[in-house]
């Protein structure tokens, strides 16, 4: 079976102290990815990994701006996945399914973005050798504007959803 995207879920900007992160259309046995971005006033925010995810990387902004990526293998998924955050001002989640993925190990790397803060571009590091050839690339990117929209890199598509 070859890896491919099936479906994105981008949730609605939250404020308070969850986010509600949406479930996409998925299959048992799919890779779910799901980024959770939060941005506050110092200190940072926190966000409590969800039960079940496993954390792949934790990327923070200066003071105010955390993103967290997990992952999970789909199995009877629920409508959503409530994630609780400290010191937001807002935030929003994102959950990505592919289907075909390695279910014991569906990422070989990791990279962090680089925040600019006042800069109207988001700086993604080059995946370096890494070679998508036995793969998929996914690109999830956060800001710390809610009505900022992100314009995918060159050779990305944006899935249908919205401005993750």
Not at 26 to 46: C, F, I, K, Q
Not at 71 to 83: K, L
Not at 84 to 99: C, D
Request: charged share 5%; glycine share 10%.
């Amino acid at each position: 079976m070859s890896i491919a995207y099936h479906a994105c879920q981008i949730s609605n900007w939250a404020s308070g102290t969850t986010i509600t992160a949406t479930m996409p259309t998925n299959t048992n046995g799919d890779v779910l990815l799901m980024s959770v971005h939060a941005s506050g006033v110092s200190p940072l925010p926190t966000i409590t990994d969800p039960s079940g995810w496993t954390l792949l990387c934790t990327t923070t902004y200066s003071t105010s701006l955390t993103n967290k990526i997990y992952w999970r293998v789909a199995s009877s998924e629920p409508g959503s996945y409530t994630v609780t955050v400290g010191g937001l001002n807002f935030g929003r989640a994102t959950v990505v399914s592919i289907s075909g993925a390695d279910t014991t190990q569906p990422a070989s790397a990791q990279y962090a973005g680089q925040g600019n803060a006042s800069s109207a571009s988001i700086t993604a590091p080059t995946l370096g050798s890494w070679s998508s050839a036995n793969g998929i690339d996914v690109g999830l990117f956060g800001t710390s504007s809610g009505s900022t929209n992100v314009t995918p890199p060159t050779n990305y598509t944006e899935p249908t959803g919205g401005d993750a």
